[in-house]
């Protein structure tokens, strides 16, 4: 099966800046999640999504961060305005259920400057 | 609340010779608990999960891991590490009764394995 697929690989961006990440999850997986890893740190969940419904956005930052799911398949991950400290690989990652392993993409790495 | 530590930033060990990579959990109820290993600029990927039954699960690659309730650990183990096996790697878990908690990653173990 094809795996998570995410775009793009890489992004340099200066602060205040705007991005956009996509996410293609594996075909048939209901379940969504957005993951930050900062260098050194295992991942922490932004968001996940359970088909087009968000089930968990308690650690997204708000006011800056916002992700949409439409018609329950791909995803994208937006920041606006992007800070020094939103460097990092943002992770998508997609299971059959909540109790399913997780899929990894091979993530994108934003760096802010 | 639920956390996961793994207590060793960096792990060295002798191609051929045993490894062993630590992972401690806090729980409310019973935990549901993986493995992930993550090479170089790669995502994760998923070695093994423990949900209910024996205390000893084997995954892929040769890995296992064992559950200990009363130590309230799950360590990872391989009886003969290979140089290919280096890399960093992620014990996450998840409380079984609180259903409205997502899985919690540690920090991860740097595992070199040298030949």
């Known amino acids: 099966e094809a795996g998570v697929a995410q775009s793009p690989r890489y992004k340099i961006i200066e602060k205040r800046q705007s991005v956009a990440f996509w996410c293609n999850p594996i075909s048939g997986h209901a379940t969504l999640y957005w993951y930050q890893q900062i260098l050194g740190q295992g991942p922490k969940l932004l968001i996940q999504?359970?088909?087009?419904?968000?089930?968990?956005d308690s650690q997204l930052p708000k006011d800056r961060f916002s992700a949409e799911r439409l018609k329950g398949v791909d995803s994208t991950l937006k920041i606006q305005p992007a800070k020094l400290e939103d460097s990092a690989v943002y992770l998508c990652?997609?299971?059959?259920?909540?109790?399913?392993?997780?899929?990894f993409g091979n993530g994108t790495r934003l760096t802010v400057t | 609340a639920q956390s996961v530590a793994q207590p060793e930033d960096q792990v060295n060990v002798a191609e051929g010779n045993p490894l062993t990579v630590k992972c401690t959990y806090s729980v409310s109820g019973n935990p549901y608990l993986f493995w992930y290993v993550q090479y170089p600029n790669r995502g994760l990927q998923f070695l093994l999960k423990y949900i209910t039954g024996d205390n000893l699960v084997k995954g892929s690659y040769g890995f296992e891991a064992e559950f200990n309730k009363s130590q309230t650990s799950f360590h990872l183990k391989k009886p003969s590490a290979l140089v290919s096996d280096s890399a960093l790697y992620f014990c996450a878990v998840r409380d079984m009764v609180d259903y409205g908690q997502n899985f919690v990653f540690g920090p991860g173990t740097r595992l070199s394995v040298l030949p």
């Open positions: 990652a997609s299971s059959l259920d909540r109790d399913s392993p997780l899929h």
């Open positions: 999504f359970q088909n087009n419904g968000v089930v968990d």
